[in-house]
């Protein structure tokens, strides 16, 4: 039988003067776990090949990275923003990448800024860093660093998510200073963090999309994330 084709959005880094794609070998190994083929993406503005390229894919999983640029999503503390930014070329790629993907029905999960990423394509808007904005939070992590691991509650009790996890509270893994504030239209959360950050969202009336703020890849032999990846990577 064929295996379902997941499609990863590539980071890209400028080394020795070229502009390379990479993905981390944790996204590649938690699909390849689930019994389906990763494959990186590459960035193209041509609208027509996004389309045919989606339309060869079976699910897209769109990873973490940098912070979104400020200018997508109106941002009043662009200060607050790391030094590593999103470059226009992966925010637009990624963009229509997501959308053609909803417009073909594909699965797509999202995770960290990805999940963030979507909730600006529907007009949302992040909080730029959580240290500084955020009372009493919870330990999320080090951007660029070490994952902390911490509780969220499962908060949509019909949602995909809490299908497929099956529990009313889990431990993830993270690693990020912003996450999500003003909800985007349609946007839904289905989950959140003790500190009442936004840990994952649904979008209304779609059965075809989750965002995650933890990283489900990097939490090797557990359970309920390789259930996450075994959605994504269903042809059901």
Known sequence: MKKALIGINPYDIERKGSIWNATKQ????????VDACPVTLNHTEKLNKIESLVSNLDGILMVGGPDIPANKYLSTNPQLLDEDVMSESRESFDRALFLEG??????????????????????GNLLEDIPTLVKNHIDHGVFNGEASTHPITITHQNSIL???????????????HQCINALGKDIVVTATAQDGIIEAIEIKDRKNFIGVQWHPEIMFNNKEMTQLFSWLCSKT
């Open 162 to 176: 809490s299908k497929i996890i099956n529990k009313k509270s889990i431990d993830v893994k993270s690693s990020h």
């Open 102 to 123: 909803m417009k073909q029905d594909k699965k797509i999960l999202a995770i960290c800024a990805g999940v963030q990423h979507v909730n600006v394509i529907y007009g």
């Open 26 to 33: 944790s996204y590649y190994q938690a699909v390849w776990n």
